[in-house]
Each structure stands twice: as C-alpha cells, then as structure tokens.
C-alpha cells in the first residue's frame, strides 16, 4: 500500500488500463447483443422483423430487468454515439447518386410530398392526441425518408434523448415490417401493374429492407423502380438534414444562451462522399467482388444495430410505457393514409 501512495505514476496508469478494460467491455456487450439479435432475426417470424429490431428487444429487456451496467457507460456510449455516425457513413454507399439524377428526378417529387406529408400530418396528429413532441418528430421523419436510419442521423441534430431514438428506431422498424407484410399479401388483388406497383411501395413504405421486402414477389422491374424510389427519399435527408441544423441554430438564437450549440453534422459530409465513392469510384475505378460489397453492407448494418443496443439500454420502459402509445398511433395513422394518399395518385 505505501509503494501504491508513493508511486501516483502506477496509481494513474492502472486508473487508465481499468478505464480501458471497461471501454472496451462497453463496446464488447453491444456486440453480443447485437449479434445475438442477429441469431434471433434468423428464427422463422422474426426473420421478417430484422436484427436491428431484434437486438433493441434484447437491449430494452435486459435494461428492465438488471438495470443500466454502469460500469461499462463509456464503451456503450462510444457504440451508441460513434459507431452510429460511421454507420450512417458507410450507409452512403448505397445510395447510387448517378441512377437517382437520371432516372429519378421525375420520382424525387414524390419524395419530398412523401417527407412533407409525413412529418406534418404526424405532428398535427401528435398535438392533436397530446403525444411526446420530440418522439413524434422523430416518427414523422423516420416514416417520411428511411426509417431507422433517418432518425439516426437526424437525432444528433435535433439532440434528442438517446431513449428517444432508440424507441423511435424500434418502432419504426416493427411497424414498417408489418406494413410491407401487408403490401405483399394484397399486391395480388391490386388493379396496378409491376411498375406502378414497385412506385406506390418505394414512396411511401418506411425503410430500404421493407421496400426490398415488398418489391421482390412483383419481380425484378418492380423491385428496380421501387429502391430507384426509395433512393430518392435517402438522397432528400442531405438536404432535410441542414434544414432541421438551420431551424435548430434560429431555436438557439430565440429561446436564450441555455440552448446548447447545433454542431455542424460532419458524419454527413462523409455521407456524400461514400455516397459519391459508391456511385462514380466503385464499380468504375475500383472493382470490388460482389462479397466484399455484400461484406460491407452487413457491416453496416451490424454496427448500426451495435448502436442501437447502446441506445436500447438507455430506455425504461416504466418511462415510456405511456409516454410512446400516442406517438406510435400518430405514425400508424399518418402511414396508413400515406399508403392511400400514394396509391390513388399513381
């Protein structure tokens, strides 16, 4: 003990190994939860709800029942906040930029009616049912652009609570999923041919993977016009992005100093320029296998479900049990009447 008080030089370097050991912990318990709500998503049922969804279920319930692990905050902090913004990065590369402005500026139109209609009738409808504002906001965007995604990236902008994201990226998955589920079973019965049918699913289902889901038993021009779609509504939170900095910049300046400053959005730089790299370097200067494509795109997608766990854990569901019902029936109602709003005007 006395060569310990004599030597702060070891005291300090073990604090900093400990802190370390406890980082990497950190980040080491999202990751298996995260990939164990990638096994969960492979059961037959769950496989239609996605590992993103599945691993916020483990998240959530592990928080209610052992509480937050405290002594790992750091590292599920670093998942949460940092991972998230490399997987928005790396989301870009799937946004092909060169097929979205020639052969679907006519769809992007659509879009932006799809993200307009959606963020004002969810809050109009939040206000109106007394909802969470800040949830319901984030609703409204994740069902008007990409789902999960969207509020993933829109979350750091708008500062909202990390338990807010979390819910708001469960919901909008499990919700999404149904829906094009839904999509599937009735497209038999539909008077719409492939193409128009691939239109009316990638303007207005929620994200990437439920477009995917909906488009593929109309075959493949349905599926090529609905993520041409789709695309364009992903291409549109760039802008929609800058727009919420610049609202939330002017809401610092008129409610007082004691509203933190808007960072500047950096992950979205490199959005663009993965997405630039994805639509005019890969597959033209660089050649990449299909596998490592494929590699890099389920990378993608396991550190964005290793952030969501980070956020999963934050929230309580005594909290919130109350607090998410109107929101949710905010959203459902705004994407039931999108589907019809976009399917009686094809």
Not at 85 to 107: E, P, W
Not at 215 to 232: N, V
Request: proline fraction near 4%; glycine fraction near 10%.
């Amino acid at each position: 003990m006395t060569n310990s008080l004599a030597n702060p030089h070891a005291i300090e370097k073990q604090l900093k190994a400990t802190s370390i050991k406890r980082w990497l912990q950190g980040i080491g318990f999202t990751f298996v939860i995260a990939l164990a709500g990638l096994g969960l998503s492979q059961l037959p049922g769950l496989d239609r709800v996605g590992q993103l969804a599945c691993a916020i279920l483990i998240a959530v319930v592990y928080r209610q029942v052992r509480g937050y692990p405290e002594a790992w905050r750091t590292g599920i902090q670093f998942s949460s906040k940092r991972l998230l913004r490399l997987a928005i990065v790396l989301f870009g590369l799937k946004l092909n930029l060169d097929v979205v402005f020639h052969q679907g500026l006519g769809l992007l139109v659509r879009d932006a009616g799809t993200i307009v209609f959606s963020i004002f009738l969810t809050m109009f409808l939040a206000k109106l049912f007394k909802a969470d504002a800040s949830l319901s906001f984030l609703l409204g965007i994740g069902t008007g652009v990409c789902g999960a995604a969207a509020i993933a990236a829109v979350s750091p902008i708008l500062k909202a609570r990390e338990e807010d994201t979390a819910m708001g990226a469960g919901l909008i998955a499990l919700v999404g999923t149904l829906f094009a589920l839904a999509y599937s079973l009735i497209r038999p019965f539909l008077p719409l041919t492939a193409l128009q049918y691939g239109i009316w699913a990638g303007v207005s289902l929620h994200e990437i993977a439920h477009v995917a889901l909906a488009g593929t038993p109309a075959g493949p021009d349905a599926l090529a016009i609905a993520l041409l779609a789709k695309l364009g509504r992903v291409f549109l939170l760039v802008p929609l992005s800058f727009i919420l900095m610049y609202g939330m910049k002017r809401k610092g300046r008129t409610e007082s100093d004691s509203h933190p400053k808007v960072e500047f959005p950096w992950f979205l730089i490199g959005f663009l320029i993965t997405s630039f790299l994805g639509s005019y370097v890969l597959g033209h200067a660089l050649i990449l296998s299909p596998g490592v494509l494929n590699g890099i795109s389920l990378f993608t997608s396991f550190i964005l479900t290793m952030a969501m766990v980070g956020l999963g854990l934050n929230v309580s569901l005594k909290d919130l049990r109350t607090k998410m019902v109107r929101p949710l029936l905010a959203m459902s109602i705004t994407s039931v009447l999108l589907a019809f709003l976009t399917y009686f005007t094809i």
